[in-house]
């Protein structure tokens, strides 16, 4: 079994190291982290490749070992409720990434509930984003106490959205513990959806 030390490296690093591996061929591979954010990013990794998974304590933190699964890499399913998304030669879907807390640019208060509107809008929406990703101050959306904010993006949910979050950011912010909605993810996830969408909508 083959050792990563990713000790002391932040998201998205550890989860590059572990993908380097696998596409080098490694099926039997122990991944160091020192922090909860790698460890749920590493394990979602493995899952995603259809690879096993478990997590251990050791000495500074955590070893996420992954082995032979059932399948080679797994598909992502789509929730039974969830419309079949749009595909072009340039992807599937389109993605919407919210880097702020607020739209445009003038009175903050007024850029917030621009944005509290925008997200209620797309949750009513027949053609829902494929991806919604939250990065920088945009996830303080999904770590506050908005309940109207909270609600639309659950109903993106159930409509078959895949919510994102910035590890990173909620670190940064202080609000990991706060996160309401949404996954956390990281840099090379949710650059990865972006590049998958046939466009991405900035807010």
Known sequence: METVNAFGLACPKPLMMAKAKIDEGARELSVHVDNEIAVKNVSR????????????????????????????????????????????????GYAVFIGKDHVGEGDPQLGYNLMKMAIYTLSES????????????????????????????NKLIEKGTEVLVCGTCLDFYGLKEQLKVGEVSNMYDILG??????KTITL
Do not use: H
């Open 193 to 198: 959806r972006m590049q998958e969408a046939a």
């Open 45 to 92: 990794l493995a899952e995603k490749y259809g690879l096993n998974v478990a997590v251990e304590t050791i000495e500074g933190g955590w070893s996420v070992i992954f082995s032979e699964g059932e399948g080679s890499v797994a598909a992502a399913v789509a929730p039974a409720s969830a419309a079949a998304p749009v595909c072009t030669p340039a992807g599937c």
């Open 126 to 153: 027949e053609d829902v984003p494929a991806s919604v990703l939250f990065m920088n101050s945009g996830v303080k959306l999904v770590a506050g106490d908005e309940q109207q904010i909270i609600d639309s993006v």
